[in-house]
């Protein structure tokens, strides 16, 4: 049988890689300056965090951010979204597109979101499946999208069978991460957000985790330059990260340390706030380096380093911290498989030789991670 081959070959290149992510204080107030280029002349929809409207009133800063972004583009308009991951999913997704698309947006719409993580990742997915995809900009308001899931164009809801499953990759335009708005962040979320900072030293900076262990305490008492430092210098590390690997075909997947065991445990949770991203994440980091240690990769002593910040950060270390939150073996290794690094019912699972230092491990022995899961829960 005659067969001919066509090969599409498209251009490799990652589209948009090069973006600004601008770092500071009180710069929100520049947003026009900073992103008229962006939005002139443009249609604008914002999808912001319902925090930033108690009672149908704007909170100031964001109200200030509106009236900037109104003066220098064609029209705003706006979608409130309540934040947390239980409404992360294809449910708000289709009421916000609908929403969207009865503004009767075009394909220089720009989409902004305003928000945490929650938000940003699926204003995010929105705008890359609205009208095929349009761009967006990212303002994130809390430490952890400020430090993580802003940078990177991973976007996506979660389905019940796991944590975004249901995404796309879709760069934004530009991204602005004011530390002034995140005097407002509950404590518990602000710790939460540390997890993954701690995470960037853990995967391949040990010079900034020692810097973090010095400077914990001034961190947490807001001081502008360690925040400052703080998501700045976790920026640079992801975009170096991304800028080898956008589509997480090799060494983005580090950025998934203690991921694996914290999904897992969140979808557990049904994503009811028990238990929030952050802390599963440094659970599951805890996870992964006594995982290390187990199996002949990693000190002991830097196991107890890596529990000593989570603790003093009053993060949580282990499942056992977490009351009324119970999680079988087999249930627990029959999320894995739900895991995007699994191919073919092998795990892979991020580990670490040493601190600042991860590595892939591919095919892990499922026996060898029983044991271990049945010691840990
Ligand atoms: N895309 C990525 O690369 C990536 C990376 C890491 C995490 N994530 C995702 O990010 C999400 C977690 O993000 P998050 O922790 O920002 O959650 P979130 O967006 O739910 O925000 C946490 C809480 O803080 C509130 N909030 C937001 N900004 C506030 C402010 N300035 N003041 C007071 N309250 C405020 C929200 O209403 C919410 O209740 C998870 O869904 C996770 O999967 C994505
Ligand atoms: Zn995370």
Avoid at 11 to 37: C, Q, R
Avoid at 157 to 170: A, D, P, T
Avoid at 217 to 231: H, M, P, R
Avoid at 256 to 273: K, M, P, Q, R, V
Wanted: glycine share 6%.
């Amino acid at each position: 049988m005659k067969m001919e081959i066509i090969n599409v070959s498209l251009k490799k290149e990652i589209e948009s890689l090069s973006y600004p992510v601008f770092v500071g204080n009180n710069i929100l107030t520049k947003a026009n300056n900073l992103l008229k280029k962006y939005i002139e002349n443009k249609k604008i929809i914002i999808i912001y965090d319902n925090f930033f409207s108690s009672k149908n009133v704007l909170d100031k800063t964001f109200m200030d951010f509106f009236k900037l972004i109104q003066e220098n583009s064609l029209s705003v308009n706006l979608i409130p979204v309540s934040g947390g991951d239980q409404t992360k999913n294809m449910l708000q997704l289709t009421n916000i597109v609908e929403q969207a698309l009865s503004y009767e947006i075009d394909r220089e719409c720009v989409i902004i979101a305003f928000g945490g993580g929650v938000i940003g990742d699926i204003a995010g997915f929105v705008a890359s499946v609205l009208l095929r995809g349009i761009q967006f900009i990212n303002i994130p308001t809390t430490l952890l999208s400020q430090v993580d899931s802003s940078v990177g164009g991973k976007t996506g809801v979660n389905s019940k069978l796991g944590k975004n499953l249901i995404g796309s990759f879709h760069q934004p335009l530009a991204v602005i991460a004011d530390i002034n708005i995140l005097k407002s962040l509950p404590e518990r979320e602000f710790r939460a957000g540390f997890a993954e900072v701690i995470k960037y030293g853990l995967i391949k900076n040990k010079k900034f985790f020692n810097w973090l262990e010095l400077e914990l305490e001034n961190i947490f008492n807001y001081e502008s330059f360690q925040l400052e430092k703080v998501i700045a210098e976790c920026c640079q590390i992801k975009a170096e990260i991304i800028q080898k690997d956008e589509k997480e075909n090799g060494n983005r997947a580090l950025l998934n340390l203690g991921h694996t065991f914290g999904h897992a445990i969140e979808s557990f949770g049904n994503f009811d706030g028990k238990i929030i991203h952050g802390e599963a994440v440094a659970i599951g980091i805890c996870m992964a380096f006594k995982f290390s240690n187990m199996s002949g990769f990693c000190s002991k002593a830097d196991v107890e380093r890596v529990l000593n910040i989570f603790k003093k950060s009053k993060l949580p270390t282990s499942l056992k911290e977490i009351k009324n939150f119970s999680i079988n073996t087999p249930e627990m290794i029959e999320k894995f498989k739900y895991d995007k690094k699994t191919r073919n019912n092998k795990f892979t699972f991020i580990l670490n030789n040493k601190i600042g230092e991860s590595f892939i491990k591919n095919d892990v022995n499922v026996n060898h991670l029983i044991d271990f899961i049945d010691k840990e829960i």
